[in-house]
């Protein structure tokens, strides 16, 4: 259903999701107030909307966000990670290569909208990157890397809906949500939990 950007389940997941926000405190460094700008599927972009798009409207309908920034690009498509085998899966070098800006929609996108003005008076703008699924991170550690060439002062954070499971990692329950963080270890990337 995620994968399929399925329009009525989709919606009801993001409101569990907001409702762990509020309960719990989780997500609000990453959330809370910022610009969200989808991660772009594997493809460049088709005339519709991508699950990572949708997943962020929903989450700025349900208040977790400022704005939705959906101008993170493939210019070229790289191997679909769902179906690869894991040694066949694109390199965070060919995920940033792959990825590109739209420099001029943003700044026209924030001019007179008083949240992301990007000047040397303004504060940095918060971003967050938002993608259905993490597995590694090379994908967000990607996206994050183009997003900081592009925008060097700016707060970068992450949100992904699911996780796969670290190698003896056990979940707690169904939805246990978790934050943490994606490095660059070794020439590869690495996610701890």
């Known amino acids: 259903r995620l994968k399929a950007g399925d329009e009525a389940w989709l919606p009801r997941l993001v409101a569990q999701v907001w409702l762990e926000a509020v309960g719990h405190g989780c997500f609000a460094s990453s959330l ?16 519709t909307p991508w699950v990572g798009e949708r997943l962020a409207w929903c ?4 208040g977790l966000a400022a704005e939705v920034w959906p ?10 990670s769902a179906f ?17 800006i739209d420099r ?18 303004a504060q ?3 971003l967050t990157l938002v993608d259905d699924v993490i597995t590694r991170g090379r994908t967000l550690l ?15 954070r992450a949100f992904a ?9 056990t979940p707690c329950r169904l939805l246990d949500p978790c934050e943490g963080e994606v490095r660059w270890i070794r020439g590869d990337a690495r996610r701890v939990p």
Do not use: M, N, W
């Open 142 to 156: 990607a996206a994050a890397g183009r997003l900081r060439a592009a925008f060097p002062s700016a707060q970068i």
């Open 161 to 169: 809906l699911l996780r796969t499971l670290s190698p003896g990692e």
């Open 104 to 121: 001029a929609t943003f700044d026209r996108s924030s001019a007179g909208r008083g949240g992301l003005v990007y000047g040397p008076d």
């Open 71 to 80: 101008d993170l690009r493939r210019s070229r498509a790289v191997r679909k």
């Open 32 to 47: 809370a107030g910022g610009i969200l700008v989808p991660v772009p599927g594997s493809a460049p972009r088709q005339r």
């Open 124 to 126: 940095p703008p918060r």
């Open 59 to 62: 989450l700025k309908e349900v």
């Open 84 to 100: 690869a085998p894991a040694g066949e899966r694109p390199s965070v070098l060919e995920h940033y290569a792959s990825f590109a």
